[in-house]
């Protein structure tokens, strides 16, 4: 495991917001997923939630590529359970929906310093009305041309980089917001993988890591790997 990866990774975690997360009202074309995660992950979300449809109840492997495995998906049988799910996870969320309607703001004049989560909606139908029962507020992208909507990871791409933006201006990305339990054990499997699958196979803790990395573990420990690697 190279030092420059630890580092990267733990700077990556050192950033998590917590308090900003996106909410996918039954968005379900995979390359839409894909965008979506990916953007959440290079803003800072640590957390987005998911209902989808039926027939689609997860991240497939070639979803988002490795972004999946550093944004944590929850996933909803429906609306209300997400929506319930993200108050419990952000006190004092603001839900914003995207909806074009006759009190919708612009995206811009929000103030996404504040714990904040985005619900964006499905490709054809757009958000729905059980979701926008819950929002605190409507926002919407200013539209110049023929086109009424962008694409749905398009938009959540802009809300989420003007959160960025904001979030930054703020010095909120100097906050360290992660779990340290959760953060050990992302940097343990992003960092040594192989050995933290064979701590998965033989139900053994992630030993510590020093301060570039590097595995801290008794002899006990790397006995007990070997032993149990060669039953």
Known sequence: MGEK????????LDRRQTDL???????HKHHNLSAIVRT?????????HAVWPKEQRRLTNNTSGGSKNWV????????????GSIREQIPGVQLLATNLSSDAVDYRDIDYTQPTAVIVGQE???????????????????????????????????ILYEAQRQREAAGLYERDMLNPQIKHTLLFEGCHPIIAQQCKEKGLPYP?????????????????????RQR
């Open 5 to 12: 990866r630890y580092h990267r990774v733990k700077q990556v």
């Open 21 to 27: 997360s996106v909410c996918l009202d039954e968005v």
């Open 40 to 48: 959440a992950d290079a803003v800072g979300c640590h957390h987005i």
């Open 72 to 83: 944590h998906t929850h996933m909803h049988d429906d609306i209300d359970q997400a929506v």
């Open 124 to 158: 054809r139908e757009g958000i729905s009305d059980a979701a926008l029962a819950h929002a605190d507020k409507h926002i919407v992208i200013p539209m110049r041309g023929m086109v009424q909507s962008l694409n749905v990871s398009v938009a959540a791409a802009l």
């Open 208 to 228: 510590a890591l020093d301060e570039n990395g590097e595995i801290i573990a008794n002899e006990q420990f790397w006995d007990t790997l070997r032993y149990k």
